[in-house]
């Protein structure tokens, strides 16, 4: 029957078109022929465990009762399979090359690419999702390559599109995003689903901009485009040619799994994992608190490049450009390249001595200061800038240059200069300690809006 079924052909738009070899991705058939080939491997894998581990089965109806004390198990869905057990030993040596012999026989072998040995407590990425043991709790996220693949579909959909009507890109951006999103709806995604979020109204933002660039300001912008619907504010929308209103499925208004509703895992003892189809994906810790850079930890070659654009409300740009710093050595001093200055890097590693200082050192989520800045420039206006500073998050965060873990640091307040200028102004930093600096900058003052991102960061190995 499934080789009939193979050899049916099928329709589509009113066309027969035959199926001599292979099977459509994402039909209903394409898992037939995998779900067939392996079917049995579990009664492999309990055969190749020896006695001594003590895998039985109890009981006198079917299902058997299986005692596994070593905790060894299959789990597949379709050709993606992993294998459980307490110990590698035992993994490597005698389930794995069970494994093996077993698709041998079916003309099938392992990607040795693909299939590597890996700790719970380090996790393992399995059908799209993040499976890792934190301290005594089992979360499951999404995987960072899932979270990466479908930001990318949505920049080629919206670049796609960048000509079109708000209503027909919505037409096609918002199944994707809804498929996405229910499909990872079951597990801890909540913060995840707030980045996603983020990133494609920046996507949106960025698209809408483009299509009045020198044209129309950011006001009338922004109410053409976005709208508060149901208490959020900034929910692209467009009407259809009925004139009914639709707006964007925002991943974030999802129902997700809060992480308090997992439990303690039962089973202390560790459990080691093979992940037979996909990679391992080690999420990066966490740091409790940051001390400021030393002279050592900058070397020679090591540097930044950040491109930068400042625009007004009514989409005047006044300044864009990029902005190159790098390490060099001047008679063996390390130095700073900053435009056509170059400063010694022991400046900029000295402790500052003002009570009110930009970087309140040691760096720590939670931690709040004031910020106070006199200034004069080359023509002799002399001005001030005063705010109030604190440390919003660690986590990562994604820019041009690549994804690094970083403090996001808030300040708020205002300047005023000698010729009259008073305005209020915020700014976000987000500083990556890992490079030493920072890799965006997002500052609104008045009606002037100024970004600064990494767009490349390089040190020699």
Not at 279 to 296: E, H
Request: net charge positive.
């Amino acid at each position: 029957m499934l080789r009939q079924w193979l050899k049916a052909g099928y329709f589509e738009k009113q066309t027969f078109f035959p199926s001599e070899a292979g099977t459509p991705q994402g039909a209903i058939i394409s898992p037939c022929p995998a779900n067939m080939a392996l079917d049995g491997l579990q009664a492999a894998v309990d055969q190749a465990v020896p006695k001594a581990f003590g895998i039985k089965y109890w009981g006198r109806q079917e299902p058997k009762r299986r005692i596994n004390p070593h905790h060894v198990h299959l789990i597949r869905y379709a050709d993606d399979f992993v294998a459980t057990c307490s110990g590698p030993v035992l993994l490597e040596q005698k389930i794995k090359p069970a494994i093996q012999v077993f698709l041998a026989g079916r003309g099938l072998e392992l990607s040795e690419e693909k299939t590597h040995l890996t700790h719970i407590g380090k996790g393992f990425d399995f059908l799209s999702q993040n499976i890792r043991k934190y301290k005594d709790k089992l979360l499951i996220k999404p995987s960072r390559k899932s979270v990466r693949n479908f930001l990318q579909k949505v920049k080629q959909l919206i670049v796609k599109f960048r000509a079109a009507k708000a209503a027909d890109l919505l037409t096609h951006l918002a199944p994707l995003i809804r498929g996405w999103t229910m499909y990872h709806r079951h597990v801890v995604a909540k913060d995840i689903f707030s980045y996603v979020g983020h990133r494609i109204w920046q996507m949106l933002w960025r698209w809408a901009c483009r299509r009045h660039a020198h044209q129309k300001g950011r006001v009338w912008i922004k109410r053409r485009y976005f709208m508060r619907y149901r208490g959020r504010d900034w929910a692209f929308f467009a009407h259809d040619l009925h004139g009914n209103l639709t707006t964007i499925f925002q991943a974030s208004e999802c129902f997700v799994i809060f992480i308090n509703k997992y439990f303690k895992m039962k089973f202390q003892t560790v459990i080691w994992l093979t992940l037979i189809i996909l990679g391992a994906c080690n999420s990066p810790k966490k740091s409790d608190i940051t001390q400021q850079p030393t002279l050592a930890d900058y070397q020679v070659g090591e540097k930044w490049v950040w491109k930068y654009k400042g625009v007004t409300t009514e989409g005047v740009v006044r300044s864009d450009g990029e902005d190159t710093r790098e390490i060099v050595s001047i008679d063996g001093v390390l130095g700073m390249t900053i435009g056509n200055d170059t400063i010694p890097v022991a400046d900029i590693v000295k402790p500052e001595e003002s009570e009110t200082p930009k970087y309140d050192w040691p760096l720590k989520v939670g931690k709040k200061w004031r910020y106070e800045n006199n200034w004069t420039s080359q023509d002799g206006t002399t001005g001030n800038q005063s705010q109030d500073a604190e440390i919003l998050s660690y986590r990562e965060e994604t820019v041009e240059a690549g994804t690094f873990m970083a403090y996001t640091i808030k300040y708020t307040g205002k300047t005023t200069n000698s010729r009259g200028y008073n305005a209020n102004e915020e700014e976000v930093w987000l500083y990556a300690p890992a490079i030493k600096n920072f890799i965006k900058l997002t500052q609104t003052q008045g009606d002037f809006l100024y970004v600064e991102e990494l767009i490349e960061y390089s040190k020699p190995k």
